[in-house]
């Protein structure tokens, strides 16, 4: 779905969108070395103190006030279906930073939200460069993160950076927050929003090829239990397997997939072809190779999008389950129980015309010359939380493809990330309003809300 947005959604004067474009220009170096040195500090979910430290400092030479700390379990226990709890029972050691610039007021405030965390490097030799070198070759910066996504981060210290460079004034309150824990969960956001940090609008810059993504999707994690009966295997007749079983009820809720999807009229999501995937993801059954299985566990996980009720949709899966065994001749005396395992969550989204998706489509048609294209997407970011938890309009806009994220050669095209970054420039400045005739035609709102200390 490509729109073109009006002139009108974009209330800064040509002049002043151009100084913004030429100083996040002047700036390419600078998003290159900043991106290199983020890179180069691993932060693989768990560790991401050290480069907390690396963004605090970065945030400081900028003269955002910075505000690290770690989430606090007690506080955190309400959200934990929906983020999980980690193994060692809470986040010593890895804390969250959020830098904010204050506006001179009357302006609207923004979030810029990305997450530190990234997932393993998997093996080191299988990389064209190291998983931790930020070399800068071939128009890229490479490593893991670079895409998934630090590139994010980059793009929101020097869009920041660009703005103040180009002497401007902004009326609202700018945050930039680093988030731990997003490929887990996304406890690190919901901490921010305990703290509680709120503003009128939040942008993240998870790669996206450019491309406004206003809505995404929800997931419910589940456990299926089979029972089966054991027999010798030369005589398995006279047993069931557990495995067999597993086989009846899986084609049966592949089918239940197809007719969900059919059933999904969201106009984000026609353009995908599984807009409500099912996954099996693992399967444990069975103690001998020469017994009929007596048990199966199998878990998974299934989509939603936008639109449907999280537990009305998991109150369907376990109706469809037991539909299922009841057309089975054991199942339907010895029903599959069904678990629901962390890793619940809502699908979200922000209406396409809402003011917001309005400014950053038009910032990025003002930075690349081209209509913004809006797009819904299967999996879940921490979008979900903004809009859930505190009813913060969020749109997702960045550069890089998310389906080179979590692969070896992750690597970030920096003309891209130049891009993303002139986008989010132009963005802040039109959000939150400027002093001296860069005019704003909105009102004031509130200012971001931060923690009494
Ligand atoms: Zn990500």
Known sequence: MSINVSPAAMPLDPEIA????????????????????????PSVTGAEGAVQEVIARQMEELGLSVDVWEPDPTLMAPHLEAVGLPESGDWAGRPNVVGTLRGSGGGRSLILNSHIDTVE??????????PFSGDHADGHVWGRGSLDMKGGLATNLVALRAVMAAGLTLRGD?????????????AGTVATLLRPYRADGAIITEPTRLRIVAATGGSFVFRITIAGQAAHAAKRDDGVSAIEAFSYVHAGLLAYEARRNAAITHPLYQPIANRVPLNIGTIRGGSWPSSVPEWLVAEGRGGLVPGESLDDVRREFVDEVRRIADGHPWLRDHQPIVEWVTGQFSAGEIAPDDPLVGIVGAAHETATGSPVAIEGVTYG??????????????????????????????????????MATRTVALSIAAWCGLEDGATPTHRSTRAVSTPAR
């Open 18 to 41: 151009s100084r913004i474009v030429a100083a996040v220009d002047d700036l390419r170096d600078t998003l290159v070395a900043t991106l290199q040195a983020v890179v180069r500090v």
């Open 121 to 130: 490097p998997g093996d080191p030799e299988r990389w064209t460069h190291g």
């Open 174 to 186: 700018v945050s930039i927050e680093s988030v731990i824990s997003e490929e887990d969960g996304g």
């Open 381 to 418: 970011t921490d979008a979900r939380h903004f809009l859930q938890l505190a009813g913060i309009p969020c749109v997702v806009y960045g550069a890089g493809d998310v389906t080179l994220a979590h692969q070896t050669d992750e690597r970030m095209d920096i003309d891209a990330l130049l």
